[in-house]
């Protein structure tokens, strides 16, 4: 897994920095206020603004689960839509990604 974000709770959702080779940008991760059924994303990831996707909130699997957000990310300069995981360590959280394995 490659650490694409650094980001810092804030009250309203995540503060911080998405880098990639094509992307460094300073990104918001909104609670979505207005969430009108269960399928609704939980968060908005948004840069100025722009959106940039959408998260929700979820469980690892495991004997100690622990919660963390599923984070679908699209920018026009990606080859296509990714997802990865932002992990929450209290005063930090980290954005990863990996990339899927190709089925042969």
């Known amino acids: 897994m490659a650490t694409i974000g650094q980001f810092r709770p804030v ?4 503060e911080g ?10 990104v ?10 269960e399928d609704s994303p939980d968060f908005f990831v948004k840069t100025g603004q722009c959106d940039l996707g959408f ?7 495991g004997d100690n689960p622990k919660p963390y957000l ?3 990310l699209d920018d ?5 839509p990714i997802w990865a995981a932002l992990f929450d360590h209290g005063s ?11 089925s042969e």
């Open 11 to 14: 009250p309203d959702g995540y």
């Open 17 to 26: 920095t998405i880098s990639t080779l094509s992307m460094a940008r300073k």
């Open 28 to 37: 918001r991760i909104v609670a979505n206020e207005k969430k009108k059924n």
């Open 55 to 61: 998260a929700r909130q979820k469980m690892s699997e």
């Open 70 to 72: 599923k984070v679908f």
């Open 76 to 80: 026009p300069s990606f080859q296509e």
């Open 92 to 102: 930090k959280a980290d954005l990863v990604w990996s990339r899927p394995r190709r």
